[in-house]
Structures are given as structure tokens and as C-alpha cells.
């Protein structure tokens, strides 16, 4: 069973414990430590953990991992890869580690148990301790306390209402959105593109020798939409550039009708000297 080994950022302080990170040489990426033991997706299993801190982590365990967080957005940076989830049952936020803390999240950690959890703004809990004359060493209470539970199924039903909800104006923008596109007349283009980035990746598929990862990555962009959602975005970053291309045909037709004014004002030759001349000419 291959292992990952550690390694820590040599510009970071000595201390820093989030400097530590863990890389698989063999097929060439790392992980921060933190990233992935806050990852709710990751269980290191007594087997995995021997207690060697410079050869810990099963390689395979967090290909899976990061191959699952492909799926996931950021609930703060909006970006793919957010493997760590709030810690209540029916709260799905997820993060990257370090937008989790930006996103004043809050963690929880027991080192002994091999506990790490996250909580997102919403749902902080504060730390539990063991009364001081106890003999144990204190430690985080991470059991929820019944007034806990109880708060959180009172606002399942509240929160569920508001993912809905924003589901329902994010759905009505795009609609809105392409409402848009077909009054400007770019739906025949960008489904054109559309068709022109099946037909690419068509021939990728195709191919014997497509490599793993660009079969990863067609098969997300088709099945997760990123296909449909990237075009409309380039269509969209395009539409500076379509008006500024208008503006100048604009500027060229307004200098057109500008000469055909002016020449419609103009009189006309008088007929008659040219009536001589045409009389003059095939006699």
C-alpha cells in the first residue's frame, strides 16, 4: 500500500503546522495535512495510520478523495474541489480549508480521537469543556447537547426553504439570461459552439490514445454541465467585443447616410446644356 511523505514549506515558520503537507512522488501531486484530515470524505484507518508522520496517508485513499471533491463547489470561492463539509447533518456547505476560515468558519480538533471537524457561520458551536476537578485531561465535548439538537431540527425545515429558494433565483436569472441571448441573436451561435465542442470531444473519446485525465475531464464537463455553463460564460465575455464590432459598422453606416444626405441635397445638373450635347454627340 502506497504511502504519501511528508514534507513542510521551507518559507513557512517552524511552528506552523499548516505549512505541513503530504506528496505522492510517484504520480506527482501533494496535499496540504489539513486539507485533507478536515476532509469529510477521507477516514484514515488504524491500518493507514502506523504512527510514522514522514510516511502517512494511503495514495489511493486520497486519489479517491480529491477525485470526489471535483464534484464539489466552494461555498465561498465557488470553485471546484471543496472537500470539507459542515459538521451538521443537514448543512451542505462545503469548503476548501483555508476559504472556510475566510467564510468565518470554525473548527474543531481532537488529535487522540482522530477527530477534525468544521462549522460553517451558521452552525459555531462553542467548545465544551471537562469540569476543572475532573482527572481526564480536557478535551472537546463533540457530542451535541440536547439543546443543540434541538436548535438544529427547529432550522432544518428553515434552511432547507432557503436552499431552495436560491435555487429558485439562480434558476430565474438564467432563464432570464438566455432569454436575453436569443433577443440579441446569439442562441444560434452558441449552440454552434456547442456542437463544435461535442464534436472535439467526440473525437477524444474516440481516440486510443486519450489519456486518463482528459477522459476525466470531458466526462465532468458533459455530465456536470460545465460544458453548457463555459460557452455561455465566453459568450458572455465576448459581448464587449460584439458591441464595440457594432458600434464601428454603426459609425461607417451613419458616415454612408451622412453622403447620401448630402448628395440629395445637391441639385441636379441642368438637363438642358445636356440635351445639346447628347443632340450634338450622335448627330
Request: charged share 35%; net charge negative.
Amino acid at each position: 500500500m502506497a504511502k504519501m511523505t511528508r514534507r513542510k514549506c521551507a518559507l513557512c515558520p517552524s511552528d506552523e503546522l499548516r505549512a505541513i503537507m503530504y506528496i505522492a512522488e510517484e504520480q506527482n501531486f501533494a496535499v496540504h495535512q489539513d486539507c485533507l484530515l478536515f476532509s469529510s470524505g477521507f477516514e484514515e484507518s488504524e491500518e493507514q495510520n502506523t504512527g510514522d508522520l514522514d510516511k502517512r496517508f494511503d495514495v489511493a485513499s486520497v486519489m479517491k478523495e480529491i477525485k470526489r471533491g471535483k464534484k464539489l463547489l466552494c461555498n465561498f470561492c465557488h470553485k471546484r474541489g471543496a472537500t470539507i463539509g459542515c459538521e451538521v447533518k443537514h448543512c451542505r456547505r462545503s469548503y476548501h480549508y483555508f476559504c472556510a476560515f475566510r467564510d468565518d468558519a470554525t473548527i474543531e480538533t481532537d488529535e487522540k480521537e482522530g477527530l477534525y471537524r468544521l462549522f460553517c457561520q451558521k452552525h459555531i458551536q462553542e467548545p465544551i469543556y471537562y469540569d476543572e476537578n475532573t482527572e481526564a485531561m480536557p478535551v472537546l465535548d463533540l457530542e451535541p447537547s440536547c439543546t443543540t439538537t434541538k436548535m438544529t431540527d427547529e432550522t432544518v425545515e428553515e434552511e432547507n426553504m432557503e436552499v431552495l429558494s436560491e435555487k429558485h433565483d439562480q434558476l430565474k436569472e438564467r432563464i432570464e439570461f438566455l432569454k436575453k441571448c436569443k433577443q440579441a441573436g446569439l442562441l444560434n451561435e452558441i449552440f454552434e459552439e456547442m456542437v463544435n465542442s461535442l464534436h472535439l470531444a467526440q473525437e477524444k473519446l474516440m481516440e486510443d490514445n486519450t489519456s486518463e485525465a482528459e477522459y476525466e475531464k470531458i466526462v465532468i464537463s458533459l455530465f456536470d454541465c460545465d460544458l453548457f455553463e463555459n460557452i455561455l460564460r465566453a459568450a458572455h465575455s465576448g459581448i464587449e467585443g460584439k458591441i464595440q464590432e457594432l458600434m464601428n459598422t454603426r459609425e461607417k453606416l451613419d458616415a454612408q447616410i451622412e453622403h447620401f444626405r448630402d448628395l440629395k441635397e445637391t441639385a441636379f445638373p441642368d438637363t438642358e446644356d445636356t440635351d445639346n450635347t447628347s443632340s450634338g454627340i450622335f448627330e
